[in-house]
C-alpha cells in the first residue's frame, strides 16, 4: 500500500505524522498491522527523533523545551521531589535518580508519551562511596541497562571501584567489574556516564601519579570495560604549554567532544572526535573566548542549534545558560521562559520518542506522582 486517499506515504511519513500527538500516534498504532508498521517503521522513528528538545532539571523539576536561541519556550513541565537528578538519556528516554534518605531510587520516563517506571536500587548510602551513573540501550539484546559505577574507601592505601548494571528487560541487579586500586593511583569519578551509539559509555577519570584525565568506556553489550579513548595527542605530549588543561568532555552531533581551557590565550577550545576510537581524528571545532560571563570559568558545550550559527553553553558552577555565535564570537544570556531556578541545574539534549517501557504507568503532576511513589517506596 503506497497511497491513502491520494496521498503518497512519503508525504504521510514525514510531513504528516510527525506533527500529530504522541498518544494519537500511539492511538494509530493499534488500529492495523499498516498503521503500526508505519509509526514504527525506522524511516519515520528516524524523522520523529530528529525533533530534540532541551531537557533543564532542577529544583525539583524537569522542563522540556523547543530549542530556539531566540524564542525558547516551555513545552512540558514535571514535577517531582527535591532530591533527583537525571542521570542519562538514550531514544527519547530519561533515566533520573530519586536521592532517598539512605538509598536511592530510580525512574525510567518517555517525557514524550509521558509514562514512567521506577526501579528499586540495591545501593544503600555509605560513609565514604561515591556512585556514578550511567544509562543507555543494549541494542543486540533490545534492552535498557543503568550502570553504577561504585568506589569504596577501604583504608588509607587501598580503593575499589565496583561496577553494578540493571536490566530493565529481568529487572534485576548484578555485579559485573570489580577492582582495587592503589590510593595514590586512584581514578576518581568525576561526572555521568557520557553516552555514545547508544551502547558505550564513558568517564572521565583523574590520574593523581600522572596529574592527567583518562576517559574510560563500558560497553553495555559486551557488559564489560573495554580500552580506554584516548585524547588529542597534544593532551599527552611533555612540552605542550601546561596552561591548557580539560576542562570537560561530553557528546556533538553523536560525537564524542572535549573542552579545554587555554589559560595564556584566555579561551576555550572545543574539539569533537570525528571517527570513534581514533585518536588521530580529533579536530577543533572552534575558539571561545573567555568572558565575564563565565563567572566559574568551567563551561559545558550543551548543544548547537541547526537552525542558526549559535551554540548553547552552560557554567558548570552556577549552571546559567550562554549563546554562542560563531559568526561573530558574540556570548550573551539564554533567556528560558520558566527554567528551575537552581545551582545545579541539568540541560540535555533528548529526541522525541514512542519507545514503550513495559510494566511502565502513567506520568501524573505533582501530590498525584509524590503520592503513588510514596506507596511504591514503602
Known amino acids: 500500500m503506497t497511497t491513502l486517499e491520494g496521498l503518497t506515504l512519503d508525504i504521510i511519513l514525514m510531513e504528516i505524522l510527525p506533527r500529530l500527538a504522541p498518544k494519537t500516534l500511539i492511538r494509530f498504532k493499534s488500529v492495523s498491522k499498516f498503521w503500526n508498521s508505519v509509526i514504527s517503521s525506522r524511516d519515520f522513528v528516524r524523522v520523529y527523533q530528529a525533533d ?35 542521570i542519562g538519556t538514550s531514544n527519547g528516554l530519561l533515566c533520573i535518580c530519586l536521592i532517598r534518605a539512605n538509598f536511592s531510587e530510580y525512574c525510567i520516563l518517555n517525557p514524550t508519551t509521558r509514562i514512567c517506571r521506577c526501579i528499586r536500587s540495591t545501593f544503600d548510602k555509605e560513609l565514604g562511596v561515591r556512585h556514578s551513573h550511567g544509562f543507555g540501550f543494549d541494542h543486540e539484546n533490545l534492552d535498557y541497562v543503568i550502570v553504577v559505577v561504585s ?8 580503593y575499589t571501584r565496583r561496577t553494578s548494571v540493571y536490566r530493565l528487560n529481568t529487572n534485576s541487579w548484578s555485579v559485573v567489574d570489580e577492582v582495587t586500586f592503589p590510593a595514590d593511583n586512584m581514578n576518581a569519578l568525576r561526572k555521568y556516564g557520557v553516552l555514545i551509539g ?15 584525565y583518562r576517559i574510560g568506556c563500558f560497553d553495555i553489550c559486551k557488559n564489560k570495560w573495554t580500552d580506554d579513548i584516548l585524547l588529542p595527542r597534544f593532551y599527552y605530549d611533555p612540552t605542550c604549554n601546561k596552561e591548557t588543561y580539560l576542562v570537560d568532555f561530553g557528546v556533538v552531533d553523536d560525537c564524542l567532544s572535549s573542552t579545554f581551557k587555554d589559560g595564556i590565550e584566555n579561551r ?12 588521530e581524528s580529533w579536530v577543533m571545532l572552534w575558539s571561545i573566548p573567555d568572558s565575564s560571563c563565565f563567572d ?37 544570556k539564554a533567556k528560558v521562559d520558566g527554567a528551575p531556578n537552581s545551582w545545579n541545574l541539568q540541560a540535555y539534549m533528548c529526541s522525541r520518542s514512542l519507545v514503550h517501557l513495559p510494566g511502565g504507568q502513567l506520568f501524573e503532576h505533582s501530590k498525584a506522582v509524590r503520592k503513588s511513589w510514596t506507596c511504591h517506596l514503602a
Open 268 to 279: 576555550y577550545d572545543m574539539w569533537v572526535m570525528k571517527e570513534y576510537g581514533v585518536q
Open 198 to 212: 547508544n551502547n558505550l559509555l564513558h568517564w572521565m577519570f583523574w590520574m593523581p601519579s600522572l596529574h592527567q
Open 296 to 332: 566559574g570559568k568551567v563551561i559545558t558545550l550543551v548543544a548547537c542549534c541547526r537552525s542558526s550559527e549559535m551554540v548553547l553553553l552552560q557554567e558548570r558552577y552556577t549552571s546559567k545558560l550562554f549563546w554562542y555565535n560563531k559568526v561573530d564570537g558574540g556570548i550573551s
Open 52 to 86: 530534540k528538545r532541551l531537557i533543564l532539571a532542577g529544583d525539583g523539576r524537569i522542563n522540556s523545551y523547543h530549542l530556539d536561541p531566540y524564542a525558547t519556550t516551555t513545552t512540558t513541565t514535571f514535577v517531582y521531589i527535591k532530591k533527583m537528578s537525571v
Open 151 to 158: 568506589e569504596y574507601h577501604n583504608n588509607s592505601a587501598v
